[in-house]
């Protein structure tokens, strides 16, 4: 598969409060990535992007301690300009941040979060950030 060799090289940060959908996505993710971190809200999110420098984001919404779009503003903030994918259980405009590249809403489905991984990096790389 085409997206294997465009990911194999990456790594990725998953931001995910519930144990479960954290667990699953990040196994499914440790079979497309070179390495995988898992934070349980955006403020361990944010320690953990700055110690691994990760090349992709996926994050949750609503966490405690820090929420993922204050964790998106502050990554962004630094002038960042990896990918970044919210998976949210909201389909609404309120759920929704203008610094990330997509939304996928929950449940999430590992066909759709990797094609939006690979459209994301292709993106981001074709573009030169």
């Known amino acids: 598969m085409p997206s294997d060799g465009l990911l194999k090289n990456l790594t990725v940060l998953l931001v995910e409060d519930e144990k479960l959908p954290r667990e699953s996505i990040g196994r499914f993710l440790s079979t497309k990535f070179a390495a995988v971190h898992l934070a349980t809200n955006g403020l361990e999110g944010l320690d953990l992007f700055k110690l691994n420098h990760p090349d992709?984001?996926?994050?949750?919404?609503?966490?405690?301690?820090?929420?993922?779009?204050?964790?998106?503003?502050?990554?962004?903030?630094?002038?960042?300009?990896?990918?970044?994918?919210?998976?949210?259980?909201?389909?609404?405009?309120?759920?929704?941040?203008?610094?990330?590249?997509?939304?996928?809403?929950?449940?999430?489905?590992?066909?759709?979060?990797?094609?939006?991984?690979?459209?994301?990096?292709?993106?981001?790389?074709?573009?030169?950030?």
């Open 56 to 129: 992709v984001v996926i994050t949750d919404l609503e966490m405690p301690a820090m929420s993922g779009i204050e964790m998106i503003r502050r990554i962004r903030g630094r002038g960042d300009t990896l990918p970044i994918i919210i998976t949210t259980g909201y389909d609404d405009d309120q759920h929704r941040c203008e610094l990330a590249d997509r939304v996928l809403i929950k449940p999430i489905i590992f066909s759709t979060l990797l094609d939006a991984l690979v459209s994301c990096v292709r993106q981001r790389s074709g573009s030169g950030g």
